[in-house]
């Protein structure tokens, strides 16, 4: 399983989460910095069973619930995606909140 850990306290807006997100998961340099382009290149990702560790979780819930609930939803919907083709939904998130 491929792991990704992403620290909470850091995302405090729309700028350092998509910031963060490109930095510590390497997504490529047109990355758009947006949700649509966070759901391509995290779908891209999750070839393999892939784990999205968000440590501070609890923080991030407390300081920027929609962040948070982004990365639920869309994460979400990244598996529903590869349901829909006949894939294995493969990303798995996990939090401490």
């Known amino acids: 399983m491929i792991t990704f850990k992403i620290n909470g306290r850091k995302l405090i807006n729309w700028k350092a989460f998509h910031s963060e997100f490109k930095t510590e998961l390497n997504f490529p340099d047109y990355y758009g910095e947006n949700m649509d382009a966070w759901i391509d290149c995290i779908d891209e990702l999750t070839e393999r069973p892939t784990l999205l560790l968000i ?20 994460g979400a919907f990244v598996n529903y995606r590869k349901i829909k083709v006949g894939e294995n939904p493969n990303l798995l998130i996990a939090t401490d909140c």
Do not use: W, Y
């Not at 440590?55 to 982004?70: C, S, T, V, Y």
């Open 55 to 74: 440590e501070n979780g609890k923080h991030l819930k407390e300081n920027a619930p929609e962040l948070l609930n982004a990365i639920m939803e869309c």
